[in-house]
């Protein structure tokens, strides 16, 4: 083989890698466009304009805002600066309680986070990064 010939194959091999390394990106960000849920503080929340994005958010529950009728829950979270009411239609878990952490997962409508699950803590010690950052004020 002559030197222009390898050059060229050089040239083929990388616009091949590069193109296939593109095409891999576009699929992986269809994929995950509807799947990726973003994790947000009570006062990230109240910035949030799209009330089609999927969310996750995270703070203590208020005391005495807590508010069931059977099945339909609602309570307010807050990360110290702000609060959000949540509405939240099912059981709540065992370990939820006014005061405690608490992740809910849905959608942020109104000024209200409509969640379709709420997730509580194990103990005191357990505390997702994001969340314990956001309340220790970092």
Partial sequence: M????KKRM???FISC???????TTVILLF???SGIEFYKSPTQLLEVKDASIKLRAGGLVMKGSVESTGVDNS???TDGD????????????DLFAE???VIVR?????????ASQVLAKHDEKYMPRELEKTLSGD
């Fill in 2 to 5: 002559s030197n222009p010939n």
């Fill in 99 to 101: 005061g405690r952490g």
């Fill in 82 to 93: 702000n609060e959000v009411e949540v509405k939240f239609v099912g059981v709540l878990p």
């Fill in 17 to 23: 890698g590069m193109f296939v390394l593109l095409v």
């Fill in 75 to 77: 309570f307010v979270i």
């Fill in 31 to 33: 994929a995950f466009r």
């Fill in 106 to 114: 849905g959608q942020f409508r109104d000024n209200v986070f409509v």
């Fill in 10 to 12: 050089r040239i083929i």
